[in-house]
Structure formats: C-alpha cells, structure tokens
C-alpha cells in the first residue's frame, strides 16, 4: 500500500476557512500518486488552539458533521482512504479525534485522543476506547498525538491485532526556542515505537507557528516496521510525504505476569515524600559501584540487564513503584530505545560495563556520553520524581489501566533491585 502524510501549515481558529485550500491541494497530489491513504494532522480542521470551548462554537466555525462531510468527499474524489483530525462534539462534549474514510467517501469509524496534552485539558475531553479499524489492508491502530507518548495504548493497539499504526498529530516544539525544533517523537520516539511492536507507522504533523502561542516541528514521518525512515518532512512548510508500506503481524512480546497485573491494576502510584538530593556519580565506577552510589545518596534505583528493555513493561512498573534511576549493564546501548525509556517513565537510565558508557535524562536528553571525559556526572534524583511532561500534562494522572489490553503473560520474571 503507498501512504501518503500531509503535512500543513498551521492556522488559528480565526483563519479556519484556510485549511480547505490546503487539503485540497494535499488530496490532488496524493490522487495523482496513486496513494492508498491520506493522513491528515491532528486537527486539521479548524486548528489545535481552539482559544476556549466558547470561541470553538461561534457560527463561523463549521460544525464537526459538515467537516466530516468534506473529508469524505475528498475520499470518495481521491478514490483513497483518508484519517483526518478534527473536533467531534457528542454528548455534550468536544473531542480531539481522528475520523477514518473509505476509498467511497464512507465513514468507517472515529478514534478519540486518549492520553490529553497540556492545553487540552482546557476545552477537550478524554477517549476512552483503544482499538483499531479494519482496512481492506489489514486492522489499522490510530493514535493521537501524545497518545504515542503512552506504551500502553500502543501495546493496547498491538494487542488488538494492529498491522500499521497512522498518527494524526501536531508535534508542538518543546525547545523553548523558535525555530530550535526539538520533540521526542519525531526525533527518535515513533522509530523506537515501530521497532518494538513490529508495525510501520505515519505520522502527519503540522508546521509552522499558530499565532503566538504554538511553534510546531513539522518532520511529518513515515517508518517501517524495523523503524527505518521511509520518508520524512522537513521541519517546515506544506509536503506531502509518500511511501510504500507493508502492513505486519504486530510482535507480541511476553509480559509477566507480575508486571501484566501492576500494570492493568488501579493501584496508585508512587508518590515521592521530601526532595531528593542531588548526587555526583563517578563515571569511572562498575555498574555494582554505581548503583550503590546512587542508593547510598538515598536514591531509588533499579538494576538491569539491557535485553530487558526491548519491553516496556519492566521499566514501566519500576517507575510506577517509585524507581528514579535505572542502571543497565550493556556493553553497545541502543540510543533511541534509552532514550524512549527514559523520556515515556521520566526517569534516568545510566549505561554501565565496567565504566559509565552513557547517561540518559528524564527528558530523553543525552547527558554524558563516554567520549566527554568527564569523570563525574551530576544527576539530580528529584527530577525523576516529576511525572509531568508539561504542568498540565501528568503521566500518572491520566493512567487508565481499565482501558488497556497487552499481550498474554509470560512466566513469571524476577526483577532485581
């Protein structure tokens, strides 16, 4: 199948009437390739800063069946699939969600944003179903945004037989600096996420600045199963990405039994007493030397063996169970499956062989590679004691163990503190 990512420059709410001419022109290249399916941005219509839920439903912003009704057409004219953004109002509500067009124009089903980020909370409700939809291609898994942020609602997808994952997003730029473009997905979290679960995925982001208030990454990707790059968006402007995906049998990677059941259980998490103190750690020091370093300065630590990483599942309960820093005993690290699993639990990851090979942040951030020679690293517990991405973005707080479904349990494995 050739999938085909738009990516679109970003307008506010304000100048909403613009998205039209943009999907437009991002449908007539995807027919005149011959693409399969269309991905669309989170919200493509009518813009991600909705302002506030007031402002969202004046008259001159169309209503979610008349935007739903424009999608189709231009399905139904594309003779493609489509998966588009939009605002859904139900019950009451308005929803982040994505909508999921046949090559008829026909409307197969909707998808809602799961795992909410930072100004969502203002305006948008949460979904509360994790599954896929079936496509002449194969059952396909639809994320969100953030949702990708989350192993389980990927693992949940797995689960639920997903051959290829599409992802309707807006990658805001989480840099500080304007046109210093920096977000995790993009720069190594979707390969780390396809690599694990075995399935391609393509994400539609958008670009550019909407109004004063969002810088976006662009980088609009396509990854196959592997996590290799297919193709991939510059970080600004209109594109429109393509490439020929092979939809796969997802990897169900055992999961014991002991973290299956922390995992789907309700159980509160760990929450830190007083601050932490920062401590200094040699980088010279063996793996056993380092761990009791950390411990010694009153640390919450976790040792491992690398091969445990390749699952979410055993890091994840650590950090829900209080662990700031994890040592892993590996010779040759995998950079973006460190940095995955330190940036999704928020804790550090300290590679170590018979010195200190590599220090991950809880922001993914690389902070001490071998070749710096510095002979100490600081590291300051504390951060990993905040599981937030933003102040409005809480990791656990927004945990729904009821919603998630993972693969079967394996034996029971021992995890070694």
Known sequence: MIIACGQMEATTIDGAADVWPAVDRLAALARRARADLLVLPETTYPAYWLDSR????????????????????????????????????????????????????????????????????????????????????????????????????????????AEFAVEPTAWVNTSGVRRVYRNIQP????????????????????????????????????????????????EGGEHLVLAEVAPCQPVTRPISAEHRGRILSEQTPFVAGARSTPCSVSTSAGAAAVHASIRAAGGRTLMMESGELESFAPLRCAA?????????????????????????????????????IMAVNPNGAIIRRRSDGREFVEIDLS???????????RIWGQRRPSCYRLSPAAEPAARRR
């Open 187 to 234: 720069d190594f979290l979707i390969r780390c996420r396809a690599r694990e679960f075995g399935i391609p995925f393509a994400c539609a982001s958008k670009a550019g600045r909407e109004g004063s208030v969002l810088e976006y990454v662009g980088q609009s990707q396509i990854v196959d199963a592997g996590g290799n790059d297919l193709a991939r968006a510059p």
């Open 54 to 161: 007031e402002r969202y439903l004046r008259d001159d912003v169309e209503r979610s069946a008349a935007v739903l009704e424009r999608f189709g057409r231009f399905a139904a004219q594309g003779g493609f699939w489509v998966v588009a953004g939009f605002v859904e109002e139900a019950d009451g509500r308005i929803y982040n969600a994505a909508a999921v067009f046949d090559r008829s124009g026909g409307l197969v089903g909707v998808a809602r944003k799961h795992f909410l980020w930072d100004c969502d909370h203002r305006w948008f409700s949460a979904g509360d179903e994790i599954r896929g939809f079936d496509t002449e291609f194969g059952r396909m898994g639809v994320l969100i945004c953030a949702d990708a942020r989350v192993p389980e609602i990927v693992a949940t997808l797995a689960a639920d037989g």
């Open 320 to 356: 829900l169970d209080g662990v700031q820093a994890a040592i892993v005993r590996s010779r040759s690290p995998r950079e973006d499956l460190l940095r995955a699993r330190a940036a999704e639990n928020r804790i550090f990851l300290l590679v170590v062989d018979d010195a200190m």
């Open 383 to 393: 951060e990993a004691d905040v599981k937030q991405f933003t102040p409005e973005t």
